[in-house]
């Protein structure tokens, strides 16, 4: 089983990057995906999430109008768009699928700074 995370990197205030989880090694479909952040000193918070049967979306407040969670289930990816990035998007990214298990990618580095 595993998630990859792909997509993260260096970019301007105001800018964009778009973020990738490949799955492999279960029903990916059927999970509900998410995307989490984290930066050193704090919890883990979530940012947006997909669920596996409905395609139901929820975003946390902070990232409503800037960030889009989709899914190509036939590709066993989610993304997460990001757009109008702050400095204070910057983070350590991680996917996770949740169902009969939870699972987590290993993260992928943003930074947002001029």
């Known amino acids: 089983v595993q998630l990859v995370e792909s997509g993260g990197g260096l970019v301007q205030p105001g800018g964009s990057l778009s973020l990738s989880c490949a799955a492999s090694?279960?029903?990916?479909?059927?999970?509900?995906k998410s995307w989490y952040r984290q930066v050193p000193g704090k919890e883990r918070e979530f940012v947006a999430g997909i669920n596996g049967g409905t395609g139901l979306i929820n975003y946390a407040d902070f990232v409503k109008g800037r960030f889009t969670i989709s899914r190509d289930n036939g590709k066993n990816t989610v993304y997460l768009r990001m757009n109008s990035l702050k400095p204070d998007d910057t983070a350590v990214y991680y996917c996770?699928?949740?169902?009969?298990?939870?699972?987590w990618g290993q993260g992928t580095q943003v930074t947002v700074s001029s």
């Open positions: 090694g279960f029903t990916f479909s059927s999970y509900r």
């Open positions: 996770q699928a949740i169902g009969s298990r939870i699972y």
